[in-house]
């Protein structure tokens, strides 16, 4: 199989004409580069790893990762890029943003004056939210569905939520009779636990029901909700199977009581017997500092090295809670991350340095609205001479290869699918509906800057939780992914792409 996947791959050495619709450019025949599957999964288990401790934004364990590449793009030639030298470091783009390192949390709920005492694991049946505050709470708790409070649909009416711990349930109903208007004001678990607090509660208990995680594995997330941050208002985040449980405790059955939500428009909101206690222990920066990591591999051609392609992807990820949960985040993002650095290898062989510059950036802050990303834009001091970005995302997982941005960018996404075509890999999925980019490129997108994100279909299956681990990584699809963007940007440095419209970098 080995064996015929690099005959496939010899198939891209001879490149003849490439349509590209109604401003069709001319493709010459373009020695293209093999990426390494070893050196893929080499960089896939080292960020994955414990030492990075979940690659956290504003952290060391994300400091840690951020060397590791900077040393690995170095190794391959690649030289640091600072975009405001008198406040970065090379290779470093600095930029503050919130940081909650959760040291320790424990959760329990009990009958008072009874031997009717049940204690989660952190990382097992729970997680705290990545914006949860510190303290202890100690006292009984109240449903109240998906914690909404507008004067037509109030799930607070009709309990006492004073001095108590709210359970409710994550997202939003899918049919009521609340305008989405407003059921935008509670998208956010700080949204929620305001609205909690606002009633006088202590803490929240927010039962994971996303069908895009398993009932039993603890989803991490960092962002919560616009700031300020909520000091000592405890947030955690159950996985389905535990709010089950706390539901069987009470004579109750939560599936149950999500349904007939669903099918009332009504609140279902009760009191209930038990008890919880919950003691967090967390340290909050709202200026944390983080940094992007920058790198350029000058173009060989003194014309054209003006002009940039700039190649990145997510490294940061959800980090670490305590001793016990850990979100390794093998293919959010190490995945990509992987495939951006098997590019600058590639690249940078004799043989294979394009004509055009090629930018690497790794970014921070993804996991907080990809603050990275928009960080680079507004940093960046040639911003107008970049003709177009590729972004690396989740690559780790799924059975095809999928390419966003066709709908606004297609010559971009003809020149993928005719890298696809000519290595006769024939790994991208196509549809007949257009896409659009999302994530990190979003920022370049309003940049007008022509933009790809290359990621996977169906690849969801381990996502934000701890078993995104490198040994679940599928190792042909990262191979062919990463093959498929080195191709791409080997293309789109060389010159054979015409690059940005004279009108999409006005006022740029």
């Known amino acids: 199989m080995a064996k015929n996947y690099r005959s496939a791959l010899a198939m891209a050495l001879f490149v003849c004409l490439l349509p590209l619709g109604a401003s069709a450019q001319r493709s010459i025949p373009i020695p293209m580069p093999t990426v390494n599957p070893d050196s893929l999964i080499k960089h896939v288990t080292e960020l994955s790893s414990e030492a990075y401790e979940g690659r956290l934004a504003g952290t060391r364990g994300y400091d840690r990762a951020a060397r590791y590449c900077e040393q690995v793009l170095r190794s391959y030639g690649v030289q640091g890029y600072a975009t405001r030298p008198e406040k970065s470091r090379s290779w470093r783009e600095e930029f503050e943003l919130e940081s909650n390192e959760i040291e320790n949390c424990k959760f329990n709920i009990y009958i008072p004056g009874s031997k009717d005492r049940r204690s989660f694991t952190l990382g097992n049946e729970f997680c705290c939210a990545g914006m949860t ?115 069987a405790a009470e004579g109750a059955n939560l599936d149950s009581a999500v349904a007939r939500i669903e099918r009332l428009h009504k609140p279902q909101s009760f009191e209930m017997r038990r008890h919880a206690e919950i003691d967090v222990n967390a340290i909050y920066r709202g200026d944390a500092v983080t940094s992007n990591v920058v790198g350029i591999l000058p173009g060989r051609d003194k014309r054209m090295a003006d002009e940039i392609i700039v190649v990145g992807a997510s490294l940061d990820g959800v980090g670490m809670q305590g001793e016990t949960c850990l979100f390794p985040g ?103 509906e257009k896409t659009n980019v999302r994530g990190d490129a979003r920022a370049f997108d309003a940049m007008d800057i022509p933009s790809l994100v290359f990621t996977t279909h169906n690849g969801m299956h381990h996502n934000r939780v701890s078993s995104d681990v490198w040994e679940n990584i599928d190792r042909r699809i990262l191979t062919i992914s990463s093959q498929l963007i080195a191709e791409t940007v080997m293309e789109l440095g060389e010159g054979i792409y015409q690059g940005r419209s004279p009108q999409s970098k006005i006022h740029k």
């Open 133 to 247: 505050g510190r303290g202890y709470v100690d006292a009984e708790m109240v449903f109240c569905g998906y914690g909404i409070d507008v004067n037509q649909y109030n799930e607070y009416d009709h309990v006492d939520v004073q001095g108590k711990i709210v359970v409710l349930l994550t997202g939003l109903p899918v049919s009521s009779n609340v305008p989405q208007s407003v059921q935008e004001q509670y998208a956010t678990l700080r949204d929620k636990a305001r609205t909690a607090e606002r009633h006088g509660a202590l803490g929240v208990l927010a039962v994971n029901i996303s069908p895009s995680c398993l009932p039993y594995e603890p989803q991490g997330r960092v962002y919560c909700g616009e700031m300020p941050h909520m000091k000592t208002f405890p947030i955690l985040h159950l996985t389905m199977d535990c709010g089950r449980e706390i539901f």
């Open 330 to 432: 093998a293919d959010i993002n190490a995945s990509g991350v992987a495939a951006v650095l098997e590019t600058a290898r590639v690249l940078s062989m004799p043989g294979f340095h394009p004509k055009r510059s090629i930018v690497f950036v790794l970014f921070s802050g993804s996991e907080q609205q990809y603050l990275g990303s928009r960080e680079f834009i507004a940093q960046f001091p040639r911003l107008r001479r970049v003709e177009a970005f590729i972004n690396a995302q989740n690559l780790g997982y799924g059975d095809s290869v999928v390419v966003l941005g066709d709908n606004k960018y297609p010559v971009l996404a003809q020149i993928a699918y005719g890298r696809d075509s000519l290595s006769g890999l024939h790994s991208i999925l196509r549809t007949e």
